[in-house]
């Protein structure tokens, strides 16, 4: 099926290292949501964005949805061990399925 | 808000079995509720639409007598894996969509049931 085209795949950052990924597809999206995934358990919701353009923050992430509505990145600023895990981007066109990334495996060395 | 809870957590079941997995949205209601499975380190893959009151809607190779899924209330669906066997390992992860709302189109997800058939 459909998948979005998120990058990188993983990273191996040091702890206080700011992380930035993103997610692009070739068709538009209604609404972009970031989501994150510890071993053993299921995503939870960090970010939804609902508006093209639209910037918003949820402590020290930080996600933006493309202008064009093809494209979203997260940040994730000054790391901390905890951030550890699998961040996931889905896409979504109106009452539709969600459209997942591959998702991006974060490693933190402290 | 917007919790989702599944149940049971783990599972262990032997070859040939039936197992069901709850699937409970907490504090909001779903008209909607969607089935996951998850293989190791790949990405969610949609197995079924549940809606209420309503059959439930397969993704193409999903086999719907073997996965039955029951959404019979607002707040509550479940998946019963039939007869189950080794290849049906996995982590199976619901969510749900809020009903009304501002923003009904999110999803948000339960923590994951791990069966395990021997």
């Known amino acids: 099926g459909q998948q979005l085209n998120q990058s990188p795949q993983s990273m191996f950052i040091q702890e206080g290292e700011d992380v930035s990924m993103n997610c692009t597809s070739s068709s538009i999206f209604n609404t972009w949501l970031w989501y994150k995934q510890e071993p053993g358990e299921g995503p939870v919701l960090l970010i939804a964005l609902y508006k093209a353009g639209e910037l918003t923050s949820n402590g020290r992430l930080t996600a933006q949805f493309g202008i064009t509505r093809k494209d979203s990145f997260l940040n994730i600023s000054a790391s901390i061990p905890s951030d550890v895990g699998i961040y996931f981007c889905?896409?979504?066109?109106?009452?539709?399925?969600?459209?997942f990334g591959q998702g991006t495996r974060l490693t933190i060395n402290p | 808000g917007a919790v989702v809870s599944q149940h049971p957590s783990r599972v262990i079941c032997k070859s040939g079995t039936s197992v069901k997995i709850e699937c409970r949205s907490l504090d909001f209601q779903a008209t909607t509720m969607f089935w996951y499975r998850q293989f190791p380190k790949q990405s969610l893959m949609l197995m079924a639409t549940?809606?209420?009151?309503?059959?439930?809607?397969?993704e193409q190779g999903v086999e719907k007598d073997k996965f039955l899924i029951n959404h019979a209330s607002l707040t509550l669906s479940t998946l019963t894996v039939t007869s189950a066997h080794p290849e049906d390992s996995s982590f199976y992860i619901c969510s749900a969509r809020p009903s009304g709302g501002p923003h009904p189109d999110t999803q948000y997800f339960g923590p994951g049931t791990r069966l395990t058939v021997l």
């Open positions: 549940s809606n209420e009151g309503s059959k439930a809607t397969y």
């Open positions: 889905a896409g979504l066109k109106g009452a539709q399925k969600l459209v």
